[in-house]
């Protein structure tokens, strides 16, 4: 009887050992996504270094999540392709890439000068309608093969230049890195020369000069890539783009889930990005407020006569965009219900 006790005992310490030589357990799950931002980027970093983690405490090691940077599996605009064939599980990236699909890709993905608070526009998407129509774009264009959790800034944008900007008469002429579809639009009306191009490109293209401005990122990740070296006359707060990053896995990966795995996901997500928003408006007020003595960066404040005007010229944008195709007309109407709903337009 000792003898059958001592082995069962032996045999459970050796078990236990191997288990702590091994590490912990694999995950059951390990979904990888592909995000909008570089490596080096603050919000990559955040996403990837703090958040990324957070998943498999919060499944006790069941699931895990890897952010990977822009294009490190496939071009920035081809994630969605990718996604619903299965070559990634899902992708955090920004929605008006696409819009050369379809014009309310760009409606959605950023609505041009409409919102005053990433709050508004967050709450836009996830409570107002914006995550339907998404998710009506990707039943039509990937034939229900994905699955949208969630839709979302994180941040109102600055606006990088190497030119002193101070009103929508400057802007005239100006070579300007804008995404393609609304924000190009908006861009062109006023007299500027938008440039299509990836974040990845933007200090290159700067460096070069290839463009002299950029609808580039927030203040923070313009900061973290160097940009103000370069491009010494931000304008901060952006005038422009609170550009909405969509969270979409692969219609299949979403049903492996299965309801704990799919809230687990969904909580993950809300939380990853509420705390993103904040942390990023903090970072960006201290990095603006660095610049104020002694600095060779002047930070540009447009006053809000300059602003109002800049919108007036984006309404119209907006309206002839969404004429295009019934979905962007769709996606609009629920963008002025929302305003309406909340105060925001009589």
């Known amino acids: 009887m000792k003898k059958r006790l001592f082995a069962a005992v032996t045999v459970a310490s050796m ?118 129509i998404l998710q009506k774009l990707y039943d039509k264009y990937t034939k229900g093969k994905v699955h949208v959790i969630g839709c979302g800034p994180y941040a109102k944008e600055a606006l990088v230049s190497k030119n002193k900007i101070t009103t929508v008469e400057g802007l005239k002429g100006v070579k300007i890195r804008s995404p393609e579809g609304l924000a190009a639009e908006v861009f062109k009306r006023v007299g500027a020369a938008p440039v299509s191009l990836p974040f990845s490109e933007v200090y290159t293209a700067l460096e070069k000069g290839l463009i002299d401005a950029a609808d580039a990122s927030a203040f923070v990740n313009n900061e973290a890539s160097g940009m103000h070296k370069i491009a010494k006359y931000p304008i901060y707060p952006g005038i422009h783009s609170m550009a909405v990053l969509q969270f979409i896995v692969n219609k299949k990966v979403w049903e492996k889930l299965g309801p704990e795995g799919q809230s687990a996901l969904e909580i993950w997500y809300s939380a990853a990005y509420d705390a993103m928003r904040r942390e990023a408006d903090l970072q960006d007020r201290e990095i603006a407020e660095g610049y104020a003595d002694g600095s060779d960066v002047t930070v540009i404040d447009w006053d809000q006569a300059e602003r109002d005007k800049f919108r007036e010229i984006s309404v119209q944008a907006w309206q002839d965009f969404a004429a295009k195709t019934p979905l962007a007309q769709e996606a609009l109407d629920a963008h002025m219900a929302f305003m309406k709903k909340t105060g925001m337009l009589k």
């Open 15 to 132: 078990l236990s050992a191997s288990m702590l030589l091994s590490g912990p357990a694999v995950a059951e799950m390990k979904i990888k996504v592909q995000s909008s931002s570089k490596a080096g980027d603050w919000a990559h970093r955040f996403m990837n270094d703090t958040w990324a983690p957070k998943l498999g405490m919060m499944t006790s090691g069941n699931y895990a999540i890897e952010v990977l940077p822009t294009k490190a599996v496939v071009p920035h605009r081809e994630t969605i392709d990718a996604v619903a064939n299965g070559i990634l599980d899902g992708d955090l990236n920004a929605v008006s890439y696409f819009a050369g699909r379809d014009p309310a890709f760009a409606i959605i993905g950023d609505l041009i000068a409409g919102y005053d608070t990433v709050d508004q526009v967050r709450t836009f998407c996830m409570h107002g309608g914006g995550k339907e």
